[in-house]
């Protein structure tokens, strides 16, 4: 399998940056389970996993240090991801003569994309014995609303620091980089969304298959892939591409249907819909796996008309930086949470106020 990569040199790079990565993965996923458990474990067998973390649901000083201890690094993680995703996609957009300018909206981005979750952690009410779907609710209207914030930082942005640029190279960065700094925000908010008021066995399920598909596909297409599957994306063809959608498609929907059987994650509102659940998995892992190559083509296609080859050096020169492996996270992101709330919505038959908080 080695043996498909460019040199050794790349197979070092991405061999390191997969180990880091997987490393990265695992440990995310238990800091999210520990602050999230303790919480659905006082629903109705929402989340049985969280037995093994119940400690934190007492009152006494050490598992108060334990959860808050584990919040607050996951706060500066998701912070330094977040900030360092922002920075990479400047560094495209922005000419070095304006870069000492433009660093100052740097934190202004962060803190739009984190707005949501700040926002409605204050607003949610503490003392909720099961989860409720007016909470994720809560967050969409937020969410909408920071958007728009979001989308007049990028106007002042255009306007009052690259005045300078004009012409065509003008036209290509307004509009490739409000193309960016949308699916930046969206996918990372959605990424909250999903990890604090969804289901969150739906964020690592989309993770997963990103991360699956994108490995696969590499794969697949150099050994049997012979049409690229865009002229800006030489490394993607197209059967490799088809073949891994496929195989992510048919292996997670088994894992899905599985663990759902020996509930691993407990039933939830799915409780007594079995086959609902599994026509739902199922039609949703498969549009997950193939909208994560639209995402990754559609990266590429923004790296390319800037004339870049990757976005930075986050995971190494080879390897690229932190949207060159998340690419195609953040659309299916934001799909996923989507639909889950209109699931979810449809389930529970009510979708609550985004204006209460009792």
């Known amino acids: 399998m080695f043996s498909l990569w ?13 180990f880091w ?5 695992i440990g995310l996923s238990i800091l999210l389970i520990c602050w999230t458990a303790p919480i659905l474990a006082d629903g109705k ?4 996993l969280s037995k093994v973390f119940s400690f934190l649901k007492s009152k006494d000083a050490g598992s108060k240090t334990f959860k808050y201890l584990g919040l607050s690094v996951l706060v500066f993680i998701s912070f330094i991801f977040v900030y360092k995703s922002i920075l990479e996609i400047f560094s495209l957009v922005t000419p070095p003569t304006q ?48 958007f728009i914030a979001n989308r007049i930082g990028w106007r002042f942005f255009i306007k009052f620091l690259l005045p300078e640029i004009t012409g065509e190279s003008s036209l290509v960065i307004k509009k490739i980089g409000g193309k960016l700094t949308r699916q930046h925000y969206l996918g990372w ?19 997963a298959i990103a991360l699956f598909n994108n490995s696969f596909s590499f794969l697949f297409g150099r050994k049997v892939g012979t049409t690229r599957l865009s002229e800006y994306s030489p490394t993607k063809t197209l059967e490799g591409s088809i073949f891994a959608s496929f195989l992510a498609w048919i292996c997670f929907s088994v894992l899905a249907i599985s663990f759902f059987k020996a509930k691993w994650f407990g039933h939830g509102n799915f409780a007594g819909k079995e086959i609902h659940f599994f026509i739902f998995a199922v ?3 498969g549009a997950i796996s193939f909208l994560t190559n639209w995402g990754d083509c559609t990266f590429s296609l923004c790296k390319r008309a800037l004339g870049y080859k990757n976005f930075g050096r986050l995971f190494g020169t080879q390897v690229g930086g ?17 639909v889950f709330w209109i699931v979810l919505a449809i389930i529970k038959k009510e979708v609550g106020s985004p204006f209460s908080s009792k």
Do not use: M
Not at 6 to 18: A, D, V
Not at 45 to 48: A, I, K, L, R, T
Not at 189 to 207: G, K, S
């Open 6 to 18: 460019f040199s050794n040199q790349e197979r070092k790079e991405r061999t390191k940056h997969c």
């Open 99 to 146: 870069w000492r300018r433009a660093k100052r909206y740097l934190f202004l981005f962060t803190a739009l994309a984190l707005a949501p979750l700040l926002c409605c952690t204050l607003v949610v009410a503490k003392d909720d014995k099961e989860w409720k779907i007016s909470n994720a609710t809560q967050y969409f209207f937020f969410q909408f609303y920071f």
């Open 45 to 48: 067998g929402s989340f049985p």
């Open 21 to 25: 990565l997987f490393a990265f993965f």
């Open 189 to 207: 908010t959605a990424f909250f969304l999903l990890a604090f008021y969804l289901p969150i066995w739906a964020l690592l399920l989309v993770v």
């Open 283 to 285: 039609l949703l892992i």
């Open 322 to 338: 932190f949207w060159d492996r998340f690419d195609s996270l953040a659309f299916p992101l934001f799909f996923t949470s989507i």
